[in-house]
């Protein structure tokens, strides 16, 4: 099968496509055709040398895919081959910790491209325990732009954040691939939802997918903004994608009593506040990581109902991967970009 391998970290140049073995699933698991697969700022990453030191080379990135049953391994049951399908983007690789929540919390839980190979290829072997069945109806390119994502924002808004209708919510990096859907989930929630953007480009598409207030921070003082947006009372939940120096004022935007919901590091993975306005106003900071496989069936239930979609920048061959993280990088994406295994 051909896939897009790297052989050392670096920059997205280090992508090649080869030819490698075509996986034979085991017992227990299915081989899946790619059709589609979604690439993530963790993909950057993780492909930078960010999240770990040592990867087992020849590497395979990708934690998002969209595809169909190719190949039934023994004793799997309740699929069908040309079935569409959604992996998970983690799971715990010991069976014993399968039935642990949240799945994240799994002492051996690891994600696709980062403790196995990953979905930037023609096929991908994944246990049946972790797929899902795709009746959305979309384009398989559409659905590789929501596993992670979805999983993301289920967990940080539902799970972690207990967002409520009525809730001020805000969210830093709307236009990402998991800000854009973190929009809809506290919407969906029927909360109120505040955004941040570095571009005005952008800001219309942040509003088209409900944001009720865009900040500019560029432009505009984010704690400013958000309390007037909310009377002087701060955000009730805040959902922070950036870190770095940007979590201080996160923090300050954030009422007494409210929540903290940090799950990315655009920014810097080293933040810093003053901790008087933390322990003063009785803030919690609440870390939050992968969704359970719930989440993901919730989430594609919304989406087939219409009320959730995904957010698809673009879509690219898969000898494109170099670019498709280039553009990642250069925060030049609103939403999430697809690789397509079989494209000319």
Known sequence: MKAAIIREFGTPDIFRIEDVATPKPAPGNVLIKILAAGVNRFDQYIREGSVVPELLFPHILGADAAGEISEIGEGVTGFRIGQRVVPMTGYPNDEADADIHPTSAAPSFGVSGLSRPGSYAQYQEVPARWVVKDDTGLPPEQVAALPMAALTA??????????????????????????????????????????????????????????????????????????EWTGGQGADVAVDYVGGDMFSAVLDATRPQGVIVPVGFMAGTEVSFDIRNFFFGQKQIRGALAGDIEDLRWALQKVKEGKLHPTLDRALPLQDAAEAHRLIAANQVTGSIALLPWAA
């Open 154 to 227: 289920v967990r940080a808004v539902k799970g972690v954040g207990q967002v409520k209708a009525g809730d001020h919510v805000l969210i830093t990096a709307g236009s990402s691939g998991a800000g854009t859907f973190t929009i809809q989930v506290a919407k969906l929630l029927g909360a109120h939802v505040a955004t941040t953007t570095r571009s005005d480009g952008k800001a219309e598409a942040l509003r088209e997918l409900g944001a009720d207030l865009v900040i500019n921070t560029r432009k505009e003082d984010l704690v400013q903004r958000v309390q």
